[in-house]
């Protein structure tokens, strides 16, 4: 009869665990929603913007068919964010990837602006113009392209940072909102960028993060 009475009770302690995690678990998504949704509503009530340019490494691809059509991009409605899927590549190296498509003919492919690793940013094509980045959203976003230093996809501290700040002073620009960033899978469904894809919790915390940037430093 004891025997039994133990198991009831440890029964009872495992479902009671179970429901404490799960209780913990919506309470931190709540948590990070309302943190979300706070700092974004700050943001816009304020009417916030941030107008400082980071710095960049300007290095314009030549006009070509392959990476740079010179097409004009009329209205920004978006910012696409990608990753490289090369890891341990550096921004430059991205850039004359694109470059050389002139030459090679293999695809056509490019970026507005690639991130590097430490956090340097090198544009490839002028915003006033189409990048071929996220296929039927070439017509209407910046395309912005990150390395990492592993398979995972996950970016630097540096490049992190480095995005965030192109974001905002891109958001200050063409008056868009977190809700305009989006993920190249957001487009095609594509596992890119591949970290912030498997990981959507992470993608909410570049959007908050980004949100907060604004709050702290905007005008």
Known sequence: MARKRRKSYARVEVIGVVVLFLTMLVIGIHVIRKQFFDVKALVQEQKLS????PELDVEL???NPYSRPGIALEKVKGIVVHYTANPGSSAVANRNYFEGLKDSHITKAS?????????EIVQCIPTAEISYASNQRNVDTISIECCHMDKTGKFTKKTYRSLIRLLAYLMGRFSLSTDDIIRHYDVTGKNCPKYYVEHPEAWKKLKTDTNRFILENGE
Do not use: A, C, M, R
């Open 50 to 53: 941030y107008k400082e340019q």
């Open 61 to 63: 691809l030549t006009v």
């Open 111 to 119: 970026s507005h602006f690639v991130i590097g690793t430490e956090g």
